[in-house]
């Protein structure tokens, strides 16, 4: 089974002054596209995204760094 991954907390409450809050399960093969597409926007200068939407930029981006870190560390305990 592929591992998944979370982005976010999920409130079980409706505050109406607050935006609804949603919680994504990410495969690890669709957490890397979903990065190189935001990389891609930023190089483009075609999003300029908010406080909330970097944040979340960045959650994403040091998840996928993690990702890689785990991938080259077994890389490294095989050799």
Known sequence: ?????????????????????????LSEKQLKFLVQCIDIAQKTESISPDKEET?????????????????????ELRN
């Not at 944040?55 to 890389?75: N, P, T």
Request: glycine share 6%.
């Open 1 to 25: 089974m592929k591992e998944r991954f979370t982005i976010g907390e999920v409130n079980n409450y409706m505050n109406p002054n607050e935006d609804k809050s949603y919680g994504v399960a």
């Open 55 to 75: 944040d979340i930029i960045r959650r994403l981006g040091k998840k996928a760094d993690e990702l890689e870190d785990d991938l080259y560390s077994d890389y």
